[in-house]
């Protein structure tokens, strides 16, 4: 019931403007009362579907380091429960009346989606830092998208004090389909690959241990995005594989195993579509 009602929110101009509008406003009216914490940083990734991509290895580097040992981290999951390496007082529920405290309260927001969550929060005070979770240029974004598309358009695109990507193409690209200022990019990186330039046959089996992979079968990883915001009758992007993914299971199976890894909007369609076959992980 949550997801049928945040997808009509999200899909419906005239019900998400008055969503928008109405706790917009509420949330900057609290904000004026609540102080900010200059040593605060919440994380967000996929909207609190995971603890992954950069805004992980952001965190994990800021554990590290005894200069930042005064850095208050609090990560926002959809089922805090479900990550209990964290510490409890790191972990808030997100989408609840403690995570707007959180989001109003923390000096930096740091997410490779969104802290917002659909509202314009007023961030005069806070640092809205953006790590793109994917590359630009493969599919359509923002206004770029065909006018039929609708569903997702820009409502208004949430502008992020700082936005990390890849390279060249991507800023000139994003800075078009989010009509964002070309300075708020910074052509670094991403700090999830970082970890690519020291990988090691320890680490590859290390890896396939804690995925439940045969040591001795070879991995092939496919990760699909979704393509134009094409949506169902259930508000799941559609998307096909291309692969007949039996037939692939009758031919490799033996030597491989195929993991699969979606957009995290297309994730449960994907895992729906599953059968017992070659791809038998999906993170």
């Not at 579907?49 to 580097?61: A, L, M």
């Not at 990507?165 to 670094?188: H, S």
């Not at 995925?211 to 979704?226: D, E, M, Q, R, S």
């Not at 490799?252 to 895992?271: C, D, F, P, W």
Request: aromatic share 14%; glycine share 4%; charged share 30%.
């Amino acid at each position: 019931m949550k997801r049928w009602i945040k997808n009509i929110v999200k899909n419906n101009k005239i019900i998400y403007t008055l969503y928008n509008k109405i706790f917009s406003g509420i949330l900057n009216f609290i904000g004026l009362f609540v102080k900010i914490d200059k040593k605060q940083a919440l994380f967000v990734v996929y909207g609190g579907k995971r603890y992954d991509d950069s805004p992980r290895f952001i965190y994990e580097y800021i554990k590290k380091q005894p200069e930042y040992q005064d850095i208050k981290c609090i990560w926002a999951f959809i089922k805090p429960e479900e990550f209990n390496f964290l510490p409890e007082d790191e972990k808030v529920k997100i989408d609840t009346i403690k995570y707007y405290k959180m989001v109003l309260k923390s000096k930096y927001w740091i997410t490779n989606s969104s802290v917002q969550r659909g509202l314009n929060i007023s961030k005069k005070r806070h640092v809205d830092v953006l790590l793109q979770h994917g590359m630009a240029g493969i599919k359509k974004l923002g206004t770029d998208i065909d006018t039929q598309n609708q569903s997702f358009k820009l409502k208004k695109q949430e502008q992020f004090d700082m936005i990390f990507i890849e390279g060249k193409r991507e800023k000139d690209i994003l800075t078009k389909a989010w009509q964002v200022e070309p300075q708020r990019f910074y052509l670094t990186g991403l700090p999830r690959n970082d970890e690519l330039y020291n990988i090691n046959k320890e680490k590859v089996l290390e890896v396939k241990q804690k995925l439940g992979v045969p040591l001795n079968k070879k991995v092939i990883l496919y990760a699909p995005t979704f393509r134009e915001f094409y949506l169902d009758s259930s508000f799941d992007n559609i998307i096909k594989s291309p692969f007949d993914f039996e037939k692939l299971n009758q031919e490799l199976s033996n030597e491989y195993v195929m993991i699969v890894t979606a957009h995290y909007q297309v994730g449960k369609l994907l895992r729906n579509t599953r059968k017992k076959s070659i791809y038998n992980k999906c993170i």
